[in-house]
């Protein structure tokens, strides 16, 4: 909640008096390591397999079809897309009368280690739009993938050509793998073995996920804490500081097999850039994507840097193709107030704009969209 007055309004003397014990009370909530609540629009499952959940959130203003699917990285909690109210993509998304669905990978364990591109590309992905469209009635639907999950969204349409995509939107979507930080140098040129970082799971640990992400900004906590300090009287700022600042550290492990086979393919062999993808025995192209590609960027986005996402629009196939470059960071361009009111609403009207209004009919049953799917057995 925002504080009820602004200090700045006060003169000089008396406004660092009141930002002193905004500091001194803030400063004890901080201390307490209660965090605000975070996902609270109200939402529904409406599909499950293994670890994956399909989310549908409540709206009575859906306006538009097809219905849009977010999907998350695997090594982020997907709760980034709707954060804070007030400051929430979902709550965006909705507001422009959109029906809106999110995928959940869940955190996985030693049952998912040999978990790979075609589990999630081949498997996982092609059932959650299938559950979409079952429940929201749609013939065709809309996916937006951000950062990693923007990956096995290009790779899934990819590679399902003949599924109603109807548009494709990415976010901080890398392509060029050579571009992605120290990590990613390491891992092309065969210094970095993935062995070495796996536990007794057979999976990355969520540790070494945080770490290499702060080896992209070394200085990145120490920034934060100043920042943190210069506002520490202003409720809002607190409350949105420890929001992504929790969301930051929330990260999860990630699949072992998953991650030989990113490392091998997709960094040493660049093999987006350089179409040269195979998942399941057969090659992808991503030229041969034909529906409308939003490709969005953060000019100052360290994780997935402009050089690691701008080929992306030149690689695919559509006629009808959009890249929107944001004076933004990596979460910036989808969390904060900036985002909603600049990042968010530019591309929530891209979706609209290639929406028609909505008028939906009922599908007939389809055995992979049941509410809890039989899964296989993880």
């Known amino acids: 909640m925002p504080s009820l007055f602004d200090p700045s309004d006060l003169g ?11 500091r001194f009370r803030n400063g004890l909530k901080y201390l307490t390591g209660e965090g605000p609540p975070v996902g609270l629009t109200p939402r529904e499952v409406v599909w499950q397999r293994d670890k994956a959940t399909l989310y549908r959130f409540q709206s009575d203003q859906r306006a538009h079809r097809p219905p849009l699917l977010l999907v998350m990285s695997l090594v982020s909690k997907s709760y980034i897309f709707d954060l804070r109210p007030g400051a929430s993509f979902v709550e965006v998304l909705l507001n422009q009368g959109l029906d809106v669905f999110m995928l959940d990978w869940g955190v996985p364990d ?3 280690a040999g978990n790979t591109l075609e589990t999630y590309c081949d498997d996982y992905l092609p059932r959650a739009v299938r559950a979409t469209l079952q429940a929201s009635g749609a013939r065709d639907v809309t996916v937006l993938g951000y950062c990693l999950g923007g990956v096995l969204a290009l790779l899934y349409v990819a590679a399902h050509l003949d599924d109603p995509v109807r548009n494709l939107a990415l976010v901080a979507t890398p392509v060029d793998f050579h571009h992605i930080g120290p990590m990613a140098s390491m891992a092309a040129s065969g210094r970095l073995d993935v062995d070495d970082f796996l536990d007794q799971s057979g999976n990355v640990p969520a540790d070494v996920i945080v770490s290499s992400f702060r080896m992209l900004q070394p200085l990145g906590d120490l920034s934060s804490y100043v920042n943190l300090w210069h506002n520490l009287w202003d409720d809002d700022y607190l409350a949105s500081h420890q929001a992504i600042m929790g969301w ?18 997709l960094t040493r062999d660049n093999a987006i850039v350089n179409d040269a993808v195979v998942l399941g025995g ?6 041969d994507i034909t529906c409308p590609v939003l ?4 000019e100052e986005d360290h994780i997935t840097p402009p ?11 559509s006629a009808d193709r959009t890249e929107m470059r944001l004076p933004a960071r990596h ?3 989808i969390y904060g107030r900036r985002a909603v009111t600049k990042t968010l609403p530019a591309i929530a009207q891209w979706i609209v704009a290639r929406s028609g209004r909505r008028r939906v009919r009922p599908l007939a049953s389809d055995p992979l ?4 799917d039989v899964g296989s057995g993880k």
């Open 12 to 22: 000089a003397p008396l406004r660092e008096s009141v930002r002193a014990i905004g």
């Open 110 to 112: 030693e049952r998912d």
């Open 248 to 265: 930051a550290h929330d990260q999860i492990p990630l699949a072992g097999a998953f991650t030989r086979q990113m490392v091998r393919m």
């Open 282 to 287: 057969r090659r992808v192209h991503v030229g």
């Open 295 to 298: 490709s969005v960027m953060a």
């Open 307 to 317: 050089r690691s996402v701008g080929p992306l629009i030149d690689l695919v196939g």
């Open 331 to 333: 979460v910036g361009i």
């Open 369 to 372: 969209t049941a509410s809890h």
